[in-house]
């Protein structure tokens, strides 16, 4: 038998975080939207690291209690002043446009155009970044000191933009392993200028989806590109098939500032995935916690919808909605670190590596422990305190009885997996354990 | 379907709180016991409030292990020197007797009626609370101070009191709602003047009671007010077709002073009147703290004994025993509170509406979120924190598949129990809800 | 009914602490092995206590994947300098001895000595203890400072050994109680000069099995003293059909120094014993901590290995391997004290008191409790706090209803056992309660 033992942390974390960084920079202008050009262009670039497929959904097509909204597209969008400077430019931000707002032409008092601007007053020196996707709008985004110095007089309103019958796209890319059951890697790909939600999970995700295709893989992994929300509900009405395939899943999400981590837990709240990622964060040298399900975030929340209850938790470093900088300009690409992504990265590949070596043994002499000395498993000098790889040994010998799985061991040894998979390797080449192949 | 909503807090509490002290005052003087009519006075004082029935239960009936003692009725009871003055005089406080004292006409020294007397050393101007039901005795309590001031000389007792056959009494009212499933509220009534053990339960109980009667109910509710430890049996061993209904149930007591709240559990210990009272004192902003079942208390004692097991906790504010007050003359009207008395029945009537709003619900759109906000039930410009009102819906849908009940809901979101069942409200309207009838 | 109640505790603690510590000390000298005439001696030592049986197994002994290995015996060992001085003298410590050393007779340089030669640099005064059973060896252990002392030059070795083929010896006696499920009390009696570890387990445990002797049981008790891993797993391996009356089970070791105590949970976590060891340690009035099972430490490995999986925990005081004293010459007669020796005899004895006396019994009154008071069992004055004994007898009855054992209710009520078990006396003799027959 051959253990599969995805080694995907070898990387250099340096060189691979500063790959991550350059790419997320590629993406970062790009005006992305839950439908459009932005987005596509964004699973293009993204083919550039792995051989994405791209689905293109119709408006109009009915996913469960919505429906596929009108492609938006944008060309330009600017507020003119009197003297016919551009007050506000679209091209000088893709913040700048309330995303998704129609198309206008107008000119307008101040007073008038202010009950269409958005601004945060705290923090006047960001753009805010506001949608408007199933209530048709219009709106420009911009800094409080910017709004603030806007005078008295007309104003000559443009958004050309486009709100039309067209698609919903995608990417998805399906890595194929021994199984057929199936690991799901979900991450919003629709907002336009914002680094740390979500270029970062894009990023992570493409790299981790390149790495894993040169592995010999016990689980099937499938990596969706979409649009938060629509997108994923979307994913899940048209791949309803696969939905029963999902064994294991993650959303990631903001995993590149230099918070710490947090993962929040499936609905379940003990799925395998669960337990490997609680385990993987409480080794990975970086302060973390582990958060209760709740209903509302990104994407988890349709996977973890009741009809579904998948086990797909989400990994975050700084969660949502908690950093000032969140939904801002601020979130830029100075907000995210090259090693923060290649750490992220590497906890990543930690998880998958727990599930793809997560099996259950059957101790062979289950009779007092079998004399590991006579196989140069033991140290051959009595009365010095053992080291931990006999421990490691001794705690998959004890608990291999079918019942408990090598992430358990790990557990309740307070070891990490890999010292405890490590440990089962040797007991395996020894004859010491037969696998426990588990009854689907 | 109408969800029924017993709005019971709507009242003004400053206004109930006097109401609820002005009741307890005038109950304060009587002279109450396990029988007699002193007792019976008190029901049929408060059959001014609600229509208490008052039964009566003969003398000698046999109830499981015990019997219904003669009832004592005392008319006068004094103590007097040799210069004819009353030194001791029933009159003064109903305290001053030992309660069930035997009739009694001597003349002793002062050392002979020192063993009759009870006096407090550490609390010198407290009179004690003292009874000696089931061994006939006699006796007199007053304060140390009185005590020690007592001359040598001839001392002339008399207690005219009667211990014959009669009748314990009890008071009860049944109100009927649409289940025959009954809400037991126990509270004993039978201690004499002692405030918040239990004047304070007592009155808090009536007027609950009184509330409940305006309101179209859920449940069945059933008030007794009865003499601790013999009436709870009395009513158990001639009630027991009564005691299947019992659904859930709450004893009240010492629930007028100053102290937080204590919630003692149910011996089941996850019943759901143990839930919804540790949820309801939650967010009752003020202390509290919830206690394990424990056999010695007061009529949880009987109803929760394991042939009866009946799931019922008591509701306290200090707990009995624990005060220095207790059972002493310093429970008296001062020591209760006109505020504290009104909340308490505030936090009972927020218990009740827990009872009777928690119902589950099936989500009719498990496959993802519903669009709440082509209902009008989300905001509609995106980017911003959602609301906790959004929150609490969220939180319905995801959970409510069947198994969870609107408590479950609340205390997983970590939301008041009124914002889930205002959440299921709205979605039940909207028709996203279906309620999940219980097979019982 | 008989309510056995060994009552074990009423020695004087001090004398029976001399006496302990007077017997360890006729066993310190002796040098002991895995096998050979040094555990011979002991086990003889120990039926002047108690009449064990002595068991041997001879070399060569399939025991499940390990084989009793030749049986060693040692007369002389020492080192002399060119002088013909005795550098190392076995006959002044049987540490100096590496155990199991092969027989030698060699003239060596010093480089080529210091290769055998054992010492610890951090404890310059202190001989360690080192073995070497399963691959041939030989050496010899010495203080640190005597190791810097040699000089330059050549050396005489003598070691007068044998390692041939013989018998592991082992000691065995068993108590008959009224059921044939038994208690088993184990120990490695292998260790030479070495007190905590092991002569507190050995002389507690054979001075724990005279007590019992004179008591009438209602479990049957087998105390073995054995060689640690080898000798358990003998054991183990040629007694299969005891293994399965074992219904609880202790090993002792390291029970003699001034530490605290730590119970080591069964593999099992939840078993009486462990329970029951918990409890005891809760109100011994020394400082305690309870530890999750590990697959390694003593003779535990064997007895909890997964295909026994026996419910046997381990019984320390300081935990082996981590005070500095652990396998050198300072473990000797100072480091253990007799009044610790005495205490944990305790501690054992009330352990078994609780296994002894766990039983679940019917109240046979259910419905509210029954009238204590006109038994006699109450206090007879109302209006005073209840003691503690009666607040005992309210828990016994409030949880006998066949499913809660007596430790399960002293537990509940944060009493001691003896207390619970008291008042189940006093209620059974009173007809309140009878025994539930638990079938197995």
Chains 1, 2, 3 share one sequence.
């Not at 040894?413 to 007991?427: H, T």
Request: a negative charge.
């Amino acid at each position: 038998m051959t253990i599969s033992e995805p080694r995907l942390d070898r990387d250099d974390l340096t060189t691979i975080g500063q790959e991550l960084h350059r790419f997320a920079a590629e993406l970062y202008p790009i005006c992305r939207s839950i439908t459009g050009n932005g987005l596509r262009e964004t699973l293009k670039k993204i083919q550039e690291i792995v051989p994405l497929e791209i689905r293109e959904v119709p408006s109009g097509t009915k996913v469960f209690d919505w429906e596929v909204p009108k492609e938006w597209n944008i060309r330009d969008a600017y507020v003119k002043n009197q003297s016919g400077r551009k007050v506000i430019d679209f091209q000088e931000h893709s913040l700048h446009i309330l995303n998704y707002s129609v198309p206008m032409q107008a000119r307008l008092s101040l007073s008038e155009l202010r009950t269409h601007l958005h601004s945060i007053p705290q923090h006047p020196d960001w753009i805010p970044y506001r949608t408007s996707y199933y209530k048709p709008d219009w709106g420009f985004c911009l800094r409080h000191r910017e709004l603030q110095a806007l005078e008295e007089g007309e104003y000559e309103v443009c958004i050309d933009t486009s709100l039309e019958d067209g698609n919903l796209s995608y990417g998805e890319i399906a890595l194929r392993g021994e199984s057929s059951d199936e690991v799901l890697i979900s991450l919003h790909a629709c907002h336009p200028s914002l680094a740390n939600d979500n270029l970062s999970g894009v990023t992570v995700a493409a790299f981790l989806a390149r790495l894993l295709r040169e592995k010999k893989l016990r689980y099937s992994y499938r990596f969706v590109f979409i649009p938060g929300t629509i997108g994923a509900i979307t994913w899940l009405a048209t791949n309803q098939e696969n939905t029963k395939r999902v064994r294991h899943g993650l959303v990631l999400t903001c995993i590149g500032d230099a918070g710490g981590f947090h993962y929040k837990k499936s609905r379940r709240g003990d799925a395998e995935i669960d337990r490997a990622m609680a385990h993987v964060l409480k080794h990975c040298g970086e302060p973390f916690e582990v958060l209760e399900f709740s209903p509302y975030g990104y994407d988890e929340r349709q996977y973890c919808s009741p009809g579904f209850n998948l086990p797909v938790g989400c990994l975050m470093r700084s969660v949502w909605g908690t950093f000032p900088e969140y939904h801002t300009s601020a979130d830029n690409l100075e907000f995210i670190r090259a090693e923060k992504l290649a750490h992220s990265l590497r906890v990543c590949t930690q998880a998958i590596e727990v599930l793809e070596g997560n099996r259950s043994y059957q101790n062979q002499n289950p009779y007092c422990e079998p004399q590991l000395g006579k196989r140069g498993l033991y140290g051959s000098r009595g009365g010095q305190a053992i080291p931990e790889e006999i421990h490691a040994r001794l705690w998959v010998l004890n608990l291999s009885d079918g019942s408990h799985s090598l992430l358990e061991i790990a557990e309740r040894a307070g070891l990490p997996f890999s010292a405890i998979r490590e440990a089962a390797n040797v007991l395996l080449e020894s004859g010491l354990l037969t696998e426990v192949v588990a009854v689907s």
